[in-house]
């Protein structure tokens, strides 16, 4: 074979190769494509679904449900920015993200498994506010640390807690390292730290309830991750409680309470409006004086920048002056 047939036949191979090359790279390209469309269709399937069991859930208090989905990983996002300027999201293992500026959610930072597991509480400011959701998968363990002294908190902590997540009740002093294959360990302490030697196999996140005598109704809560505390916040009523519980951290918690937070301050102002016409229109000193003495406590809890545990208060002497208008002669009542 002489010399020019030689560099033909290299040619052909090279031009066979190089086409094999793109006709493989085009059928690859494909295919990522093609699997990257699906899980993108599978995505936004899943998150369709969760916003109906969303949007459902404002409806019902106390909803316990349990949410089959292929294997996941959702991630929320909630920063802790200044009260009108939150930014709330979630995206499905990676793709899209949807908002949740205006969904009162408390959750982890990332949720994976599939069986997402959803409840729902409502938080009352004596009125009903909205409607707390709280998600959590089984792979999170939320162990209840007994305060021996008042083992009730424990009880009520845990018998609240919906019937479907991972959940236990431990003593101050026992070790918690045998709790092994949980993605995420929240440690609730009433009142009584866990002074146990055990820790948990992982990275785990604690709330410290100073007063368990008030679990329903406010108080402080100390957040911390692993021994390192984050800080101390406020909880007003036990919806708010739960909130502390299921949030991932403290800067988490803070920025979904700053949501109703907003919430409150709306429905206050239009609680004063009509509060205020109640009062000039009544011709009742009686119904006129209650409703004066309550338009104090509507337009402080308006005026709230942050939660505090005093701020629970308000709330009962607003309740309170509700009942005696149910009981006045003719009084139209406040809500």
């Known amino acids: 074979m002489n010399k020019k047939a030689q560099l033909s036949l290299q040619f052909n191979w090279i031009f066979i190769l190089i ?22 269709d599978l995505t936004a399937d899943i998150m369709k679904n969760l916003d109906t069991v969303i949007k459902s859930a404002e409806a019902s208090t106390g909803a316990e449900k349990i949410i089959h989905t292929p294997s996941l990983r959702m991630n929320f996002v909630c920063d802790n920015l200044p009260l009108n300027n939150i ?12 908002d949740l500026t205006y969904d009162m959610i408390f959750t982890q930072e990332e949720l994976s498994g599939n069986q997402l597991i959803s409840w ?6 004596p009125f009903r506010i909205a409607l707390f959701q709280y998600l959590t998968t089984k792979r999170s363990l939320f162990i209840i640390v007994n305060n021996t002294g008042t083992p009730a908190a424990a009880i009520y902590i845990n018998k609240t807690l919906p019937k479907n997540i991972q959940k236990i009740i431990v003593n101050p002093s026992d070790s918690l390292s045998n709790y092994t294959g949980f993605d995420y360990y929240k440690i609730i302490e009433l009142g009584m730290e866990h002074v146990g030697a055990g820790k948990p196999p992982g990275m785990y996140h604690t709330v410290y ?12 809560v100390h957040f911390s991750i692993d021994v390192t505390e984050e800080g101390i916040s406020a909880y007003n009523g036990p919806a708010m409680l739960f909130g502390a519980i299921f949030a991932q951290d403290m800067s988490f918690y803070e920025c979904t309470s700053k949501k109703a937070l907003a919430r409150l301050k709306l429905l206050m102002n239009l609680t004063k409006q009509r ?18 003495s ?3 406590e509507i337009s402080a809890l308006e005026s709230i920048t942050e939660f505090t545990p005093s701020s629970y208060g308000k709330t009962i002497n607003i309740k309170n002056r509700n009942e005696r208008l149910i009981r006045g002669d003719n009084c139209a009542l406040i809500y």
């Open 19 to 40: 086409i094999g090359v793109a006709i493989l790279a085009f059928f690859l390209v494909t295919i990522r494509s093609q699997s990257k469309s699906a899980d993108m």
């Open 209 to 220: 309830f100073e007063e368990v005598g008030k679990l329903k109704s406010e108080g402080k």
């Open 87 to 98: 930014i709330s999201t979630y995206t499905i293992g990676g793709f899209s993200d949807n």
């Open 275 to 292: 509060t205020l016409e109640l009062s000039t229109e009544s011709t009742n000193a009686e119904c006129k004086s209650i409703y004066d």
């Open 120 to 125: 729902t509480q409502s938080w009352n400011m």
């Open 294 to 296: 309550a338009l104090i």
